[in-house]
Each structure stands twice: as structure tokens, then as C-alpha cells.
Antibody, heavy 121, light 107 residues
Framework: QVQLQESGPGLVKPSETLSLTCSVSGVSVSGGSFYWSWIRQPPGEGLEWIGYLYARGTTNYNPSLKSRVTISGDTSKNRFSLKLNSVTAADTAVYYC?????????????WGQGIPVTVSS | DIQMTQSPSSLSASVGDRVTITCRASQSISTYLNWYQQKVGRAPNLLISAVSTLQSGVPSRFTGSGSGTDFTLTISSLQPEDFATYFCQQSYSLPLTFGGGTKVEIK
């Protein structure tokens, strides 16, 4: 049974770094069959893909966030992480981690439950 | 970036109604189009991949069609559990992008 679970602080101060972790069970993050993504959804709005991690370290980021984002993996704990620096109120959102197969239609087939993050002093 | 435009942004319908949601891509995305259902307070759930492939457990009243730039999601007979927001998503090129969503409400 594949499961993804986000964790991290729910409140971050402006200009600081948002750090979240996605713990994965039922499949190996380093296995090479999937892209491991972060996606966010501001309150009442749509979905924005942030970026992905593939296998042992290949990453790709949304150009809109590229200068502030780092996604990395921890193979020993089968998890991957998101760091978003210099946050502002516009980064307030529910953050999801999700899996996407590398072959086929490459849809997001498994999602975490999401973690709400508020940027406020 | 490929822009995904959904219409309508919201609709009201009754149980038993046929509902059609449209998604248009700003350039051709072949058949790299997926649909998700999101209920309030929950993560999106994959309904349909590659335009028309129904995911396991998704009722057959959901169908997807289209190719190139124009796609539709049809619910043949709306059920109470279908009231939710629906998103399309293209996986043709990076950055991956989603439509703005269509909220299906009870009339």
C-alpha cells in the first residue's frame, strides 16, 4: 500500500525558510520508477506544481519558484523534502507531496493528505 | 508554460443531471491530459489519466474525451458524492500545469 505523508511546521515567518518532509511507504523513493513532486494550493485557489525529485538526485523546478526552491531526498529514511526560502504571505498554501510514474501519461497517482502552511509574523 | 483553461469555473446541477466540463490547452498536448476530483479539505484524487483511462474504482459514469487542445470530462448522471471541484492537468511538458478548477455544486 503506497502512502505519502507530509510533515513540518504549520507557521513560518516572512523572509524565513519553509521546510517540509514527505515520508513515503510502500515504494522506494530512490527506485527510479517515479518522480516525487511537491504541489501547492493557496486558500480557495488552484494547484501549482512546485517541482520534482527523481531517483538519486535529479530535480526539476517550476521556473516561477526555481530561485527559491530546493527538493532533496533521504534514501535512508525513504523520504524527500522541500525547502522554500524567503517566503512571503503569497506562499501561504496547503502543500502536497505526490507521486508520478515516469512512463505512461505520468499522472499524479498518489498524494499525501496535504499540510497547511501559513506565512505570518 | 502551457496554460490550461477550464470552463465553467462553477456550475449548479441536480442529482441525475448530465454534466460536462471543458478543459482547453494553450497548445497541443496530444493525450497527456489527466482529471482529478477534489472534495473539501481533501487532497485531489486521480479520476482519469491519458484523456480517457478510468482509474480503478472510479464509476463508469465518468468519461473523458478529446485530443490536442480540447478535452471534456462528462458525468453521465450526477450522484450526491460527485459534488466536488474538478481539475484538469497536462503532463505533456514542464512545468506541469493545472486548470483553474470547476466547482460542481448542488442546485
Amino acid at each position: 500500500q503506497v502512502q505519502l505523508q507530509e510533515s513540518g511546521p504549520g507557521l513560518v515567518k516572512p523572509s524565513e525558510t519553509l521546510s517540509l518532509t514527505c515520508s513515503v511507504s510502500g515504494v522506494s523513493v530512490s527506485g527510479g520508477s517515479f518522480y516525487w513532486s511537491w504541489i501547492r494550493q493557496p486558500p480557495g485557489e488552484g494547484l501549482e506544481w512546485i517541482g520534482y525529485l527523481y531517483a538519486r538526485g535529479t530535480t526539476n523546478y517550476n521556473p516561477s519558484l526555481k530561485s527559491r526552491v530546493t527538493i532533496s531526498g533521504d534514501t535512508s529514511k525513504n523520504r524527500f523534502s522541500l525547502k522554500l526560502n524567503s517566503v512571503t504571505a503569497a506562499d501561504t498554501a496547503v502543500y502536497y507531496c505526490a507521486r508520478r510514474p515516469i512512463v505512461g501519461a505520468t499522472e499524479f497517482d498518489y498524494w499525501g493528505q496535504g499540510i497547511p502552511v501559513t506565512v505570518s509574523s | 508554460d502551457i496554460q490550461m483553461t477550464q470552463s465553467p469555473s462553477s456550475l449548479s446541477a441536480s442529482v441525475g443531471d448530465r454534466v460536462t466540463i471543458t478543459c482547453r490547452a494553450s497548445q497541443s498536448i496530444s493525450t497527456y491530459l489527466n482529471w482529478y476530483q477534489q472534495k473539501v479539505g481533501r487532497a485531489p484524487n486521480l479520476l482519469i489519466s491519458a484523456v480517457s483511462t478510468l482509474q480503478s474504482g472510479v464509476p463508469s459514469r465518468f468519461t473523458g474525451s478529446g485530443s490536442g487542445t480540447d478535452f471534456t470530462l462528462t458525468i453521465s448522471s450526477l450522484q450526491p458524492e460527485d459534488f466536488a471541484t474538478y481539475f484538469c492537468q497536462q503532463s505533456y511538458s514542464l512545468p506541469l500545469t493545472f486548470g483553474g478548477g470547476t466547482k460542481v455544486e448542488i442546485k
